[in-house]
């Protein structure tokens, strides 16, 4: 395993926050810090609240936040994966260039953040740098609430609700109801070990559709079931369209910030898109 670790070398490099604190400054207020020192709060900041999945409006209102209180001027440019921004004191500037690796939803990590923002001007301005990059490394550590299990549960439930508001009956309800939880559940469990988006996209929506066709064919050998009851086969992969990026990307082009809006916006179209070519794929495989 470790050789393999070796042999794949990451794309993106990691970025040491704690080098960009003054050597001298650990019991210096971050408020009296560098600007390289107090940019880096900002930045990362702002990097982190963009993996929450959340717009750039948002993002951008933080950063100003944190840049009003520590004495300095900010401007950044956000969109779904990338941050560039630059930092002023009246006298020099910084400028940084942050991306992620991967995009996703996490509303507790965004909570921690969004406390973070509130307290700052309480107690995060008397903190030194490297004090508040600890913090935010424990808040970097937060993972989701639920686990797989339930998050396969939840998606059961939900696309087992939209197969009855769609017209299926209690069979197409059953099937989209396992079909869903477990396709869900290897979605969680592939985004938990960080593999790509498309490949947990493809995988779990193939597994659910499969799900659903095996369990109308078990129907039908075992019970008689008529293999007409095919109105929830798309209702199973329903867990994976996207709901918060197309509300961001409408908050966000609202507010003309039309790069983050428009990235937003065409993620979301081609998730939907690559999730029903995998259903029509899977379809086409299951009718040969």
């Not at 006298?91 to 923002?117: A, M, P, W, Y």
């Not at 808040?139 to 508001?165: N, Q």
């Not at 409408?250 to 999730?275: C, P, Q």
Request: charged letters at 15%; aromatic letters at 8%.
């Amino acid at each position: 395993m470790n050789k393999m670790q070796q042999l794949i070398r990451k794309n993106h490099m990691d970025i040491s926050w704690h080098e960009y604190t003054d050597e001298d400054g650990a019991n210096v207020p971050v408020t009296q810090a560098s600007l390289t020192e107090k940019a880096s709060i900002i930045g990362r900041v702002g990097i982190m609240l963009l993996s929450c999945g959340t717009g750039a409006w948002r993002v951008r209102s933080s950063m100003n936040t944190l840049a009003e209180i520590m004495g300095i001027t900010c401007t950044a440019d956000i969109g779904l994966m990338s941050i560039e921004y630059t930092c002023f004191d009246g006298q020099d500037g910084f400028s940084q260039s942050l991306c992620l690796t991967n995009t996703g939803v996490n509303t507790s990590k965004l909570n921690r953040l969004e406390h973070f923002i509130q307290e700052f001007e309480v107690d995060g301005k008397d903190m030194s740098g490297e004090e508040l990059h600890v913090l935010l490394d424990n808040i970097e550590k937060i993972h989701g609430l639920y686990s797989p299990i339930a998050l396969g549960f939840a998606a059961a439930l939900a696309c087992g609700g939209f197969t009855f508001l769609l017209g299926g009956g209690p069979i197409e309800m059953f099937c989209a109801f396992i079909g869903a939880g477990i396709g869900n559940f290897l979605r969680c469990k592939l985004s938990k070990h960080h593999f790509t988006l498309f490949l947990c996209i493809v995988s779990s929506v193939s597994l659910a559709c499969l799900v659903y066709a095996g369990l109308l064919k078990i129907g039908e050998m075992l019970f008689g079931i008529s293999i007409q009851h095919e109105a929830g086969y798309i209702c199973a992969m329903l867990f994976i369209i996207l709901g918060f990026p197309f509300i961001t990307s409408g908050i966000d082009l609202a507010k003309l910030d039309m790069r983050s809006g428009t990235e937003r916006l065409m993620y979301a179209l081609i998730v939907i898109l690559v999730a029903t070519m995998a259903a029509w794929l899977m379809a086409l495989i299951l009718h040969l």
